[in-house]
């Protein structure tokens, strides 16, 4: 009997340490982790005074609550590789020519860790003229006119939902961006609205694919043919998707830049002094969108970016398993 009841407390304690392991090795269903992608740029672009940002002077919150830093580090170098598609709206204007010897000096300068490719607007696609290349000539090849018809990329906004949802990259180091060349009209929406719901749709499928969104106004028809509502409505989404993704936007008033070179300027310095975030967060259920806060205290002399949004997922899985699998065309 004495033998039987021993066997029996053996049997009960080997079970529940199964339990008490299988509950420790399950995933907290609770809770979640995110990632995001900062930008500190130094006073007045000055690189010899970037200052050194750590995980303690950073304060991440999602949906208002605040968030353990998980992970916090420098990207630069071959360690965080950069993919960048400059995505040109396929109704640009014939005096878009002006640019061209600009955005040829931008791939050439741009560091060996940078891969790169050029997309076009056409017909709510983003169209890719190739795979990315860290070769400038490579990817210069995919460099042409646009066609310049009005309306020719239907809208922005399915174009960059498409990119996203398509991005020709399965590499989980490697940081995602976009710089979209357009002014950012919706010609399914002409007037401003802050709910447009294409331009909404575009903001969730960026931050899903961690991709950070910048963006250059460029008219893509006469302004004769153009209202100021439209051109501002243009340029008020564009500021909503690239704040919501962590990025920047170019413009000056409603026309045309003279020169993208400045803008390029501004890029390259952005993309050197960035930094990767990782953070946990409560998960209401299935992955989600959720709303993003960060301060980085002790930088008065420093500028910093951060998306509004980011995407949390079940702990435990990759950093980008929240991201398409980039099936590329």
Same mark, same amino acid.
Not at 154 to 166: E, G, H, T, V
Not at 279 to 291: C, N, Q, S
């Given at each position: ?13 080997a ?13 907290d269903?609770?809770q ?9 740029v130094?006073?007045?672009? #000055?690189?010899? !005074? /970037?200052?050194? +940002?750590?995980?303690q002077?950073?304060? *991440?919150?999602v ?7 998980t ?6 170098g071959?360690?965080?590789?950069l993919?960048?598609v ?14 061209m ?9 741009m ?23 860290s070769n ?8 042409h006119?646009?066609?310049?018809f009005v ?11 498409d ?7 399965? #590499?989980?180091t !490697? /940081?995602r961006? +976009?710089v979209?060349?357009?002014?950012? *009209?919706?010609y399914?929406q002409?007037?401003?609205?802050p ?9 969730n ?5 961690h ?5 250059i ?9 153009r209202t ?11 500021a ?15 026309g045309?830049p ?7 300027k501004?890029?390259?310095l ?20 959720e ?5 980085v ?12 949004? *980011?995407?949390v997922?079940?702990?435990g ?13």
């Amino acid at each position: 009997m004495k033998t039987l009841k021993t066997g029996l407390v053996s049997a009960m304690v080997a079970l529940l340490a199964a339990v008490t392991a299988f509950a420790a090795a399950a995933p907290d269903q609770d809770q979640g982790q995110g990632q995001a992608l900062i930008t500190v740029v130094p006073k007045n672009g #000055d690189e010899a !005074a /970037r200052p050194n +940002v750590t995980s303690q002077n950073v304060q *991440v919150k999602v949906n208002g609550k605040t968030s353990q830093i998980t992970r916090f580090s420098p990207a630069r170098g071959a360690g965080s590789p950069l993919e960048l598609v400059l995505m040109i709206d396929g109704g640009a204007r014939t005096s878009f020519g002006t640019q061209m010897s600009d955005i040829q000096n931008f791939v050439k300068e741009m560091p060996s860790h940078t891969k790169m490719t050029i997309a076009y607007m056409v017909n709510g696609r983003a169209e890719l003229t190739g795979p990315f290349s860290s070769n400038p000539a490579e990817v210069l090849r995919g460099l042409h006119m646009p066609n310049g018809f009005v309306a020719q990329n239907a809208s922005p906004y399915f174009c960059l939902s498409d990119l996203a949802k398509n991005w020709p990259s399965q #590499d989980p180091t !490697a /940081r995602r961006e +976009v710089v979209m060349v357009t002014d950012g *009209v919706d010609y399914y929406q002409l007037r401003y609205d802050p709910d447009d719901p294409y331009m909404l749709s575009a903001i969730n499928d960026a931050v899903r694919a961690h991709v950070v969104v910048y963006s250059i106004y460029w008219v893509n028809k006469g302004r004769i043919d153009r209202t100021w509502y439209e051109n501002n409505a243009g340029q008020n989404l564009l500021a909503q998707v690239t704040q919501a993704t962590g990025g920047k936007s170019y413009w000056e008033g409603f026309g045309d830049p003279v020169s993208f070179a400045p803008y390029f300027k501004d890029l390259r310095l952005r993309f050197r002094n960035q930094y990767e975030v990782g953070f946990t967060a409560p998960l209401k259920g299935k992955p989600d969108v959720e709303r993003f806060d960060l301060k980085v205290g002790g930088l008065a002399s420093a500028k910093v970016s951060s998306p509004q949004q *980011v995407f949390v997922q079940q702990s435990g899985m990759p950093a980008s398993g929240g991201a398409p699998t980039g099936t590329g065309r």
